[in-house]
C-alpha cells in the first residue's frame, strides 16, 4: 500500500468520494463517464504540474452533467505510508481562491514542486498513445515526468529556468535596449537551471536504456532513447570526472549560447535554443525505425515497455504510484498477461480503470476492486 484513505471533495463529477484499504492493485470499474479517470486525475495531482489531463484549475472543481459549475473549489486527500507514520498528503482550491492551488502534507503548507520528495506519479493514458506522432511539447512534459521520480529537484530546476527564461523574453522584447549586466546575470541564471534540466534527462534516459537492454524484445517491443537538444544549446555532456567544475563548464558554455543568440531572439521575441526545446527520441530496438514510423502496436508496446523499465527505477526511490487508464482495452491477451506479471515486480501501488473485470481476472485475487457510477464509488472487492 502506497496511498490510502483517499477522499474526493467536489471534483469533477465526485462530490464526495472515499476509497479506503487500497491495496498494491487497484482497479476502477464502470461504464464509460461514470469517473473512473476522473479518480486517477485526482491521484495525478500528487505530482507537480497540472495532472494527467493537464487541465486548467477552474476545470476540476464538480460540475452538473450540463457543464455549468456547481462549486468553484475542489479538495483531495489521502494519506500516504511512508515509514512508521503515515503522512496525509493534501491539494485543493478555496471558492474563495479559484486560481491558487494549495498543497499541504500532514496540515504543513508546501510548494507543489516539493510533492515528488513524497512521492513519484507516473501514468499511461489511450491520449499518450499518441506521443510519438505529437509535437515535441508532449513528449518533453513525457520525458520531465520520468526524470522527476528519480529526481526530485527536476521540478525545482524547470520553476527556476523558466523564470529566469521569462524574464529575459521580456528584457529583450521590452521597448528599451536592457542594461547588459542584467541581462547576463539573467541568461546565467538559465544556463545553470537549463543544464541541470539537460543532465537530469540525459542521466535518466541512460539508465533507462540500461534497463530496456536487459528486457527481451516480446512481448512489449524494446525501444531506444535519446534526448534531441535544440540547435547550437548542445551542452548538456557533464564533465562527471570532473563534478562541480564540469557543471560549470556546461553552464558557461549555454551561457554563451544564449548570449550569441541575442539579436536572433529579440526578433522572435522568445528564446529559440535551450533545454525547453529539448525533444525525446524513440526507435524500435529491433529494427534502428523511428518510433514515430512504427505501427501504433508497435508504438504502444514501446510506450508500455518504457512505463515498466521506468517504475523498476523509480519505484527503489520513494512510493510509486503508477496510473494505468483503459489499459486493458488497448493490448491483447498474451501482452496484457505479460504487463500484469511484470507489474507484480515493479513494487508500484498500481490503478487500473476498466468497463468490466473480466479481462484483469489474472489480478482480481490480488486487488482492490471499486465500482464507480456517476461519480460515486463503492467498494465492492
Not at 537530469?200 to 527481451?216: E, I, K, V
Not at 529579440?266 to 529491433?286: E, F, I, K, N, W
Request: glycine share 8%; aromatic share 4%.
Amino acid at each position: 500500500m502506497v496511498l490510502d484513505r483517499i477522499q474526493l471533495a467536489n471534483f469533477r463529477n465526485h462530490a464526495a468520494s472515499r476509497l479506503d484499504g487500497t491495496g498494491r492493485f487497484n482497479l476502477l470499474v464502470g461504464e464509460n463517464g461514470a469517473g473512473k479517470t476522473n479518480v486517477l486525475e485526482a491521484l495525478s495531482l500528487f505530482a507537480p504540474g497540472r495532472g494527467m489531463r493537464r487541465a486548467e484549475l477552474a476545470e476540476l472543481s464538480r460540475q452538473d452533467p450540463l457543464g455549468d459549475l456547481v462549486h468553484q473549489g475542489f479538495a483531495i486527500g489521502a494519506d500516504l505510508a511512508s515509514g512508521q507514520t503515515p503522512v496525509r498528503l493534501g491539494t485543493m482550491i478555496d471558492a474563495q481562491r479559484p486560481g491558487r492551488r494549495i498543497v499541504r502534507a500532514s496540515g504543513a503548507p508546501l510548494p507543489a514542486s516539493r510533492l515528488a520528495e513524497w512521492v513519484s506519479v507516473s501514468w499511461l493514458t489511450p491520449a499518450m498513445d499518441r506521443l510519438f506522432a505529437e509535437g515535441p511539447g508532449a513528449r518533453r512534459r513525457f520525458t520531465d515526468r520520468l526524470v522527476l521520480a528519480l529526481r526530485p529537484e527536476h521540478a525545482s530546476n524547470a520553476t527556476r529556468y523558466d523564470r529566469a527564461m521569462r524574464e529575459r523574453n521580456r528584457l529583450l522584447t521590452a521597448e528599451h535596449r536592457p542594461d547588459p549586466v542584467w541581462l547576463e546575470a539573467i541568461e546565467r541564471e538559465m544556463a545553470i537551471a537549463g543544464c541541470a534540466l539537460m543532465e537530469g534527462r540525459q542521466d535518466t534516459m541512460a539508465l533507462l536504456n540500461a534497463a530496456l537492454s536487459q528486457l527481451p524484445d516480446a512481448p512489449f517491443a524494446r525501444p531506444d532513447l535519446a534526448i534531441r537538444t535544440s540547435g547550437r544549446a548542445d551542452c548538456g555532456n557533464y564533465d562527471r570526472e570532473n563534478g562541480r567544475a564540469g557543471s560549470a563548464a556546461a553552464a558557461e558554455a549555454l551561457a554563451k549560447v544564449f548570449a550569441d543568440s541575442r539579436a536572433r531572439d529579440r526578433a522572435a521575441g522568445r528564446t529559440l535554443a535551450g533545454p525547453h526545446r529539448d525533444d525525446l527520441y524513440v526507435t524500435m530496438s529491433a529494427s534502428g525505425r523511428a518510433a514515430a514510423e512504427c505501427s501504433t502496436g508497435e508504438q504502444k508496446a514501446m510506450l508500455i515497455a518504457i512505463i515498466l523499465a521506468h517504475a523498476q527505477l523509480a519505484a527503489g526511490a520513494r512510493p510509486l504510484v503508477l496510473l494505468l487508464d483503459e489499459i486493458a482495452a488497448h493490448i491483447d491477451p498474451a501482452r496484457r498477461e505479460a504487463l500484469f506479471d511484470r507489474l507484480h515486480g515493479t513494487g508500484a501501488q498500481i490503478w487500473m480503470t476498466g468497463t468490466e473485470p473480466e479481462p484483469f481476472a489474472a489480478i482480481l485475487p490480488a486487488a482492490s476492486v471499486w465500482q464507480v457510477k456517476a461519480g460515486s464509488v463503492e467498494r465492492v472487492r
